[in-house]
């Protein structure tokens, strides 16, 4: 039927990146507008985090913005930029920075929470007293780790590397100085380099998680696919369930990103199984089983998703579509008017399409009950009066039989039906 047909352009790419579409009552000259709230690893909302959004496909655009005090920021795209695919580079003192491709959706709002990881650098200074951190560092490490330290949370990452290089030429065995010099050549994408360094301080037992985090991503950035996979495992293992999650969540998404869909629903069912409270990922999860025709697993998840408490018009629409294509029409005369509610492409009149389906198969409680919901909708559907006329005429209630028929006939005297309303109400009559 046209419900599970209609179009829905980059649907799958807006569906995971995301993720989260609502409709919205925004000014029409906005074709979409980004809501976000970045977080640490907890939860908690970050301020003054430094935004760049940039794109390869309109290279003129440039928008610069920061988080507020909640931690939240807000970006809207013209109806003509939506065809393109922006890059958001996020970035704070102390955190790792990254970079996510989002392409708008066609909806009116987005809604997305972007987690930040803090860097081993900000951990080290959150102690406060870097010379109990570093005892028995000479005076000469110290103070050029402090520097590399400073100039890192600053941001010139050239001099926070040559700091570390310093500090560590000073005392090999300084394992802040391994870790940070492992981050700091990351983010300048010296994705060997960083790879050097985090095996050096894995091997001396420094930062475990930090430096398997920095290694996975460097054997990612070089190609190294299955010795990052290993990496990832051991990553998994030694991280909180909570953050392995996400982490492995976001791999989903950078898999999906480079159209490996494979890839994509492995990382995320595995995320969902670390964090079974993870929405985004049963979401992403039901979108891809359906699109894999897996319309069991789909509804599943979509459920969950739903259960969890997803605001995402988007898994309304995975739910309907695998329900259809199960045939479980109870189901879907539960979900329909919901969705009916809240997508401007699914109104009263698709809720008819359902109600014509339920009619022919017999099933005619649940087709009055679909069309009297449309009409809350929308009063003016025709198609929904014809019903009602038919289900008051086989109950024996002609007045309001003829009262429905003769509102369809005055809605839609073109109806193929309409010749058939005619003639009931000569009987009736």
Not at 22 to 29: C, G, K, N, V
Not at 73 to 83: D, H, I, K
Not at 287 to 310: C, F, Q, R
Request: charged letters at 25%; glycine letters at 6%.
């Amino acid at each position: 039927m046209s419900g599970s047909n209609r179009s829905r352009p980059s649907g799958l790419r807006r569906l995971i990146l995301v993720g989260i579409l609502l409709a919205s009552s925004a000014p029409a000259t906005w074709a979409q507008m980004l809501r976000g709230t970045v977080t640490d690893s907890e939860k908690n909302p970050l301020q003054t985090v430094q935004i760049t959004v940039t794109s390869d496909e309109q290279t003129s655009f440039r928008k610069s913005l920061s988080t507020d005090e909640d931690g939240e920021f807000v970006l809207r795209f013209t109806r003509n930029q939506a065809q393109y695919t922006f890059k958001f580079l996020f970035e704070k003192p102390g955190y790792q920075s990254f970079t996510q491709e989002i392409s708008p959706s066609t909806t009116r709002v987005t809604r997305e929470t972007f987690v930040m990881d803090v860097s081993e650098t900000q951990a080290v200074e959150r102690h406060g007293d870097l010379q109990s951190v570093v005892t028995g560092s000479s005076n000469a490490a110290i103070s050029a780790f402090n520097a590399g330290l400073a100039a890192q949370l600053d941001r010139n990452l050239d001099e926070a590397k040559a700091k570390f290089e310093e500090a560590l030429a000073a005392d090999p065995d300084l394992g802040p100085a391994q870790v940070a010099l492992s981050q700091v050549r990351l983010d300048l994408q010296d994705y060997a380099g960083a790879l050097a360094a985090a095996e050096t301080a894995l091997a001396a037992g420094n930062g475990r998680v930090d430096a398997l985090r920095v290694k996975y991503q460097s054997l990612r950035a070089l190609g190294r696919q299955d010795e990052a996979e290993a990496v990832s495992a051991e990553l998994e293992s030694a991280e909180d369930a909570v953050a392995a999650a996400r982490r492995i969540y976001n791999e989903g998404g950078a898999a999906f990103q480079a159209d490996d869909r494979a890839t994509a629903l492995e990382r995320f069912r595995r995320a969902a199984e670390l964090d079974p409270n993870l929405v985004d990922a049963h979401h992403a999860v039901a979108t891809l089983e359906l699109a894999a025709g897996n319309h069991e697993a789909a509804a599943t998840s979509a459920e969950k998703a739903l259960s969890l408490g997803s605001d995402k018009l988007e898994t309304l629409r995975v739910l309907y579509d695998a329900y259809e294509a199960l045939g479980r029409m109870d189901q879907l005369t539960e979900i329909a008017p919901r969705l009916a509610a809240v997508d401007p492409d699914f109104g009263g009149a698709k809720l008819v399409e359902q109600a014509a389906e339920l009619w022919n198969a017999g099933q005619t409680a649940q087709a009055v009950a679909l069309a009297q919901q449309a009409l809350a909708i929308d009063p003016t559907i025709p198609k929904a009066y014809y019903f009602l006329g038919l289900d008051h005429l086989s109950g024996g209630r002609n007045p309001e039989a003829k009262s429905a028929l003769e509102k369809f006939i005055e809605l839609a005297p073109e109806d193929p039906e309409a010749a058939t309303a005619k003639e009931m109400l000569t009987y009736i009559q």
